[in-house]
């Protein structure tokens, strides 16, 4: 089991640690509720150094990218960043991933239980490109701070004014004395930021972080209030709402699906689906009866069967809730379904995504 630079810190701090991709990682420190709150009220801050990164440099690195990725690389403008998808050639998804166009090559960063399989997915595509991709992983550290005292606890000690780095965009800074890549991304739906910087440092940004942030009510938070974060905006998780056998399309991500913009791995199998409709859609649940929708419920409608994707008790919104995916003719808001909840049917209804209005889209 691997153990990021920061496991003894998070010892200390009280954490439950759990394998996770190949990592012991903080699930919890106090409550995921706790922890869930911190970050919607005030901030919390996040180690994630299990994720991956790739620098993606050469005369024909924009080329490759265009090839791979399912979004318009050529779009960015240098300090950009963007979400997309690396798919297989019928549709199905490699990985959702997010990159940042710097002004020496691009940045990519990659879901940390796929960073061997997406390495060796993009090396296989290589071949006919003057583009090199390597794997940066292992020297580089990933914090993130989310929330909306997020920028004001990081503006304390960073060397740069934040107010000027629009969302979805990167600068370069010092924090806490650190050279750092801050991006203005995350995965909660608060404002907040990315930080990229030599791993060696990590306690260093780790701590300064947290005393800077204590004024403001930061908490260190873990996987457990993590996962809740994500879940009431919507935002996707790789091995839940997408996988190989489950298309960026039928999970709603076409905005980061372009097929106009000429040919990528996997464009022919998603322009199908985006011309004739995907066979299966990402539904919003909110149960009615009692019961808590798991992973892999069956979901039944119109004398058909979907699957809950996630499903969780959502803080913000205090209900229960899931993602499913459904047959796509079965769609209606406001529709009655029935979640198999251990073998005892119980009633849910089709709600409006998100079950949280993301900060970015208030």
Known sequence: MNQTVLYETHLKLGARMVPFAGYAMPVQYTSPLAEHAAVRQAAGLFDIDHMGQFIVEGPEALEFLQYTTTSDVAELDVWQAAYSLLCYADGGTVDDIFIYRLPEH???????????????????????????????????????????????????????????????TGTRRKVAGVDALIGSTGYTGEYGFELYFDAAQAPTVWQAILD??????????????????????????????????????????????????????????????????????????????????????????????????????????????????????TYELGKEVEVDIRGK???AKIVKRPFYIPAYRR
Request: hydrophobic share 40%; aromatic share 8%.
């Open 106 to 168: 691009y940045f990519v960063v990659v879901n940390a239980s796929n960073r061997q399989k997406d390495l060796r997915w993009l090396d296989a595509h290589l071949p006919g490109f003057d583009a090199v991709v390597t794997d940066v992983s292992d020297e580089t550290y990933m914090l993130a701070l989310q929330g909306p005292e997020a920028e004001a606890i990081l503006q304390t000690i960073c060397d740069g004014d934040l107010s000027t780095v629009p969302y979805h």
């Open 212 to 329: 800077a942030g204590e004024p403001h009510g930061i908490m260190p938070v873990g996987l457990a209030a993590r996962d809740s974060l994500r879940f009431e905006p919507c935002m996707p998780l790789y091995g839940h709402e997408l996988s190989e056998s489950i298309s960026p399309l039928e999970a709603g991500l076409g905005f980061a699906v372009r097929t106009d913009k000429g040919d990528f791995v996997g464009r022919d199998a998603l322009l199908k689906q985006r011309l004739e409709g995907p066979p299966r859609r990402l539904a919003c649940l909110e149960m009615i009866d009692p019961g808590v929708p798991r992973e892999h419920y069956e979901v039944h409608v119109d004398g058909q069967t979907g699957f809950v994707t996630t499903g969780m008790f959502a803080p913000s919104a205090n209900i229960y809730a899931a993602m499913a995916l459904i047959p796509r003719s």
């Open 345 to 347: 049917p119980k009633k």
